[in-house]
């Protein structure tokens, strides 16, 4: 069925946020539109396509050629891969090229961030702040960016006192995903992308976690159709949770399910001992438990999404957690208020409340109980 | 009529922007209210407040005690006093520490900028991008920031490309202007102040240039009641442009007025050969010049301007001006769009209109009349 060169229909999921609305265009080889997407989003003529080093050389070129198809003078600047450069200083390397291009850039030039997650957030972050604020498309080529960093419009750098810690909220004029990009990555990376859709039908859409399960095998093929479906369906609920809420006030919270204890999780493992995606996949096994041992959440429900997440290769088991300091860790995140954590918790297929009464015990015992 | 200790009424200006409408406090020793006025808008209990050295020595202390009183953990941040220090560089600074406080501070933190234009550009960008926003409140201490930066949400730091090329639009949660701090100010730097009373006059309301014209002692003198209706007529001038254009794609281009010829004679004449005020001073009188030659804009009304000008000691002469040079800066000013230059030219007494049509030679002859 996986035939790289046939085309896809491209599915289109429009992000309600007033006039800070834009659409996400989904679909296989949809990154030759790219220019027709950047004409519909600035008066412009010069585009901007910030990459990091293997992104920029796998997609760099057909990134620039359709800007330049389209009419448009492209750049292409590129930073070394990786989430240790998500910081300041590469920040500051950006704006320097960019502020030092001839003639110099006015508020109609348009940032294309092309790659994962770190590029959406720093060259997002860019363009929230070079001449206070120039619109921008995002071009995610991983997964996890596809499904999660792609709608919301946050972007962010790195600090050593902890990650994304200086950002803005700043909405892109468009998202354009194309599926075939997910050819050229790793499987681990597939498969951070998958937790936070097993996320998504947990928070939202229990049918979404059957439509995942009845298609692992053409999912880990990247069949063009069965992705492009799926992600348009997590954008889809994504955006709808982001249009509810857009600076985080309620519903999007309901986001971080598998966060609180995940974060806590991979910053107590020693960051880069787990991948996001692993520590978010213990996360909610271990806040599923906590919940049903509130008597808020079904057993069964439990340990179906706890098979799925197996059936994906994801860890549902980690022995020799320090339960004090993965509590510690989840005092200090900054989604909490004054100390006191907060969790979304399910009360059932497809449904989560938040919940800020959550004790310690409650999470040392679902700690202890992946061991 | 001067008197230290004497209080005046406060007075209020509100500045309409929907859900991020905010109020501006002004009045003789306010700066005492600043704990109260934190507590309208933060429910957390950490407030820092940021500040040069210079500011820091004069009002740090009034400002965390007013913080304290009102049952703030109060922490202040400092940092060395000039543009210069307007950088990616102190921006840095700045959020090691503010990300170094322990306990780690959370969304409610409140940062206060304390100080002139400079200092809540760079706190305010702080504030814009610490943990993607956190609550501020600005307490200008200049006439320049009281009457300018105060409103409109403009936060920024310099590049060695440009002035203000990194930053973002954020609205303070409120203002507190009190106009004692006016007494220690430089009187040069009062005079920049003036400047843009001025032009608010020219832009909006010409009464304004009277009211000036018949108290030009008492301001000197900062007679607490005249500065406290000086800042506020000016105040509720610039709120009201910004409350129609928050980012800068319509009225909002009227506040330029003086300033697109000001920065291309402040550029070409070397940064720091004259002041901001001074530059202004001149833009305007060749900007009213172009208007004139046009015979949109009376001879008379312009030669007002230039008298009440000359009244405040603020310069209406330049020689030696490369024209050329004052073009081309002009050009590549940052509101300019594809090269094209956008002038303010005024109309009638307190109306203006955006022009983008102005001539190298119109411009070149204004300034040859400044020789």
Redesign the interface.
Known sequence: MACPTRRTKIRTVTVHLGDRSYHVRIGAGVLSKLGDMAGEVTD??LAVVVADGTVADLYGRAATDSLTSAGFRAELLTFPAGERNKN?ATF?SL??EL??LE??I???ALIVALGGGVTGDIAGFVA??????LPWLQCPTTLLADVDASVGG???VD????K??????YQPGGVLIDVEALRTLPVEELRGGLAECVKHGVIRDASLLDAIDSNVEPIFACDPEVMTDLVARNVAIKAAVVAEDE?EAGARAHLNFGHTVGHGIEAASGFGTLSHGQAVSLGMVAESRVAVERGIFDRTDAARVERLLERLGLPVQLTGLDADEVWRIMQ?D?K????RVRMVLPTGPGTVDLYDDVKYDEVAAALASLG
Chains 1, 2 share one sequence.
């Open positions: 412009g003529r300041l500051s704006m320097d502020l030092s003639p110099p006015d508020r109609s929230a702040t070079a001449l206070r604020g946050k972007t962010a600090h050593p006192a902890g994304n810690l200086i950002g803005a909220f600076r200090h900054k909490a208020l004054g100390g």
